[in-house]
Nanobody
Framework: QVQVVESGGGSVQSGGSLRLSCAAS????????MGWFREAPGKKREGVAA???????TYADSVKGRFTITRDNTENTMYLEMNSLKPEDTGLYFC???????????????????????WGHGTQVTVSS
């Protein structure tokens, strides 16, 4: 069974940076499609970024140029480097993974939570103004 566990959340001031990590286990990390989602109080869960097995990436418009998603297949770990953080980036950040999904589907239909079968419990990111 695939398990993913997030770490690295915290509290920063506006303009600051944080790096989130997601460790995958129970399945070869290099064979998983992986992504980051976030959920703010009172709002729907939204896709932030995703990375395919070959390293191709996609980002939500709201984080382009500020966030960078990467993966280390030798360590079965995915990262989200977040710079120039804004108060509106505050939320619970989730790591997600899937055995079947590929970037073509994401590009056609959007970064939807329904594409992912495996989820972490989330790590809190709080950005103060």
């Amino acid at each position: 069974q695939v398990q993913v566990v997030e770490s690295g959340g915290g509290s920063v001031q506006s303009g600051g940076s944080l790096r989130l990590s997601c460790a995958a286990s129970g399945y070869p990390g290099r064979s998983l499609f992986m992504g980051w989602f976030r959920e703010a109080p009172g709002k729907k869960r939204e896709g932030v970024a995703a990375i395919d097995r070959d390293g191709s990436v996609t980002y939500a418009d709201s984080v382009k140029g500020r966030f960078t998603i990467t993966r280390d297949n030798t360590e079965n770990t995915m990262y989200l480097e977040m710079n120039s953080l804004k108060p509106e980036d505050t939320g619970l950040y989730f790591c997600a993974a899937d055995k079947e999904t590929a970037m073509a589907a994401i590009q056609a239909l959007g970064l939807l939570a329904s594409f992912f079968d495996y989820w972490g419990h989330g790590t809190q990111v709080t950005v103060s103004s």
